[in-house]
């Protein structure tokens, strides 16, 4: 089974472009996280969708990040413009969820796309 | 709010040393447990997790942790460390549909 499969692997991007990570998620899952990573706040939550519905986007961090899961498998996260203040390791994670249940699952993590903006 | 904490931001061993790391949560109800393992450079993977039933829960690699519902911690213990443990290490919490990650804990094994 392949696993979460995020791209671009890296990006190199000047202030004030666009953008876009691309995450896929595992077959059958149907919960989705994006995280961010940097040294300075470690492991940030930044919104998750359960079967293509945003559930909380409390941890966008301002109006230029936002994210689509335009169906099951697939979603994206944009920066636009992005700033350099932006630069992390984006982590995509998916999850199973028994319908009707209460969510137990573990996240299983891309390996990240590591965005240098600057 | 949900919050997780690690007290440990890095340790340092040598090899064969005993590991705890701590982790602390501050939800009262029913929740999941989780430690995960990131290894320089790769991605999060899962150490081992509780949902439910016997308290000490044994992961991957020799790894395990204690479910203690008084004290809200979840510790993660290994008897004896190698170089390959090198990682840094986080614990996770969710309730419903929520995951809280700790800030990590760098673990540094010297051969």
């Known amino acids: 089974d392949a696993g979460v499969i995020q791209s671009p692997r890296h990006e190199v991007t000047e202030m004030g472009q666009e953008v876009t990570l691309r995450c896929k998620l595992i077959s059958g899952h149907n919960s989705l996280f994006w995280y961010r990573q940097t040294m300075m706040r470690g492991l940030e939550l930044l919104i998750y969708?359960?079967?293509?519905?945003?559930?909380?986007d409390s941890g966008m961090p301002e109006d230029r990040f936002s994210a689509k899961m335009p169906n099951a498998s697939f979603s994206t996260l944009k920066i636009q413009p992005s700033e350099p203040r932006d630069s992390a390791v984006y982590f995509c994670?998916?999850?199973?969820?028994?319908?009707?249940?209460?969510?137990?699952?573990?996240?299983?993590f891309g390996e990240g796309s590591r965005l240098t903006v600057l | 709010a949900q919050s997780v904490s690690q007290h440990n931001h890095h340790v340092i061993l040598s090899e064969a040393a005993s590991l705890e790391l701590g982790c602390n949560y501050s939800?009262?109800?029913?929740?999941?447990l989780f430690w995960y393992v990131q290894y320089p450079g790769q991605h999060l993977q899962l150490l081992l997790k509780?949902?439910?039933?016997?308290?000490l829960v044994k992961g991957i690699k020799g790894f395990e942790a204690e479910f203690i519902k008084s004290k809200f911690s979840f510790n993660l213990r290994k008897p004896s460390v190698q170089w390959s443990d090198t990682a840094e290490y986080f614990c996770?919490?969710?309730?419903?549909?929520?995951?809280?990650f700790g800030s990590g804990t760098k673990l540094n094994v010297k051969p």
């Open positions: 509780y949902f439910s039933g016997d308290p």
């Open positions: 969708f359960n079967n293509n519905v945003p559930i909380d």
């Open positions: 939800y009262g109800g029913t929740v999941n």
């Open positions: 994670a998916s999850s199973p969820r028994l319908a009707g249940a209460v969510y137990t699952g573990e996240l299983f």
């Open positions: 996770a919490v969710s309730n419903f549909n929520k995951f809280y």
